[in-house]
């Protein structure tokens, strides 16, 4: 998980949300079913194109790149069945995978609030050992997180396993190259993986941090 910047605000959204706000909630205090039409308007692809921009196309809880083998979700932080007033609220939509999604479910819990990656620090509830993430001792959120989405299960460490190799071997050749321009070039390729767009940035910059690469 890595610090997150929300971008501005879709047209459709700012011109649309109060009246289909207004609409879904009269369906719901009236228990009638809400027409898809209206239920889904959160995905149009204005916003979902933003979304996908501001994430880097990777879930905003695992940073697993998600498009490339499914279109993903539109997620909301605070979930609709618990906080339908906030269904096309901008700041509460994002991006996330499908497990990711599926292990958050419909928690909500104001004052124990799953870390948002918009708002909070995720560096200061969490830290990489390797493809392991842990949560700070004394960031409780930081552990619940962890474990409501279970943010270490098999296939996650598997990817990031994959991924820590992959730079291992960059280091490798960074250490021992012996000119100067090979050495430039193999030290510019490793900055640019741990970049916030790639796979996993927080892990690999982590990494290259406790080998005084970066």
């Known amino acids: 998980m890595i610090k997150l910047h929300k971008f501005p ?3 459709i959204l700012k011109t649309n949300k109060a009246e289909w706000t207004e609409r879904y909630s009269e369906y719901i205090n009236k228990g009638q079913p809400i027409p898809e039409s209206l239920k889904y308007k959160y995905r149009d692809p204005q916003v979902k194109q933003i979304i996908l921009e501001e994430t880097h196309e990777k879930c905003v809880y695992c940073e697993s790149k998600v498009t490339h083998v499914y279109p993903g979700d539109v997620e909301h932080i605070f979930p609709k069945s618990k906080k339908p007033e906030f269904i096309f609220e901008w700041l509460n939509l994002t991006f996330s995978c499908l497990e990711c999604n599926r292990r958050k479910s419909d928690y909500y819990d104001q004052n124990m609030p799953l870390i948002n990656p918009y708002e909070d620090e995720p560096a200061d509830h969490f830290f990489f050992a390797g493809p392991m993430i ?3 001792p004394e960031s409780d959120r930081g552990r619940l997180t962890r474990k ?8 996650l460490i598997e990817r990031r396993t994959e991924r820590l190799e992959s730079i291992v071997n960059l280091i490798d050749l960074y250490e021992k190259c012996s000119e100067a321009l090979g050495k430039e070039a193999l030290l510019n390729e490793l900055i640019r993986e741990a970049e916030e767009d790639k796979e996993y940035a927080y892990m690999v910059q ?3 941090q406790s080998r005084n690469i970066i």
Do not use: Q
């Open 206 to 208: 982590t990494f290259l």
């Open 134 to 136: 842990s949560h700070r």
């Open 148 to 155: 409501r989405l279970d943010l270490n299960r098999p296939p």
């Open 9 to 11: 605000e879709p047209d």
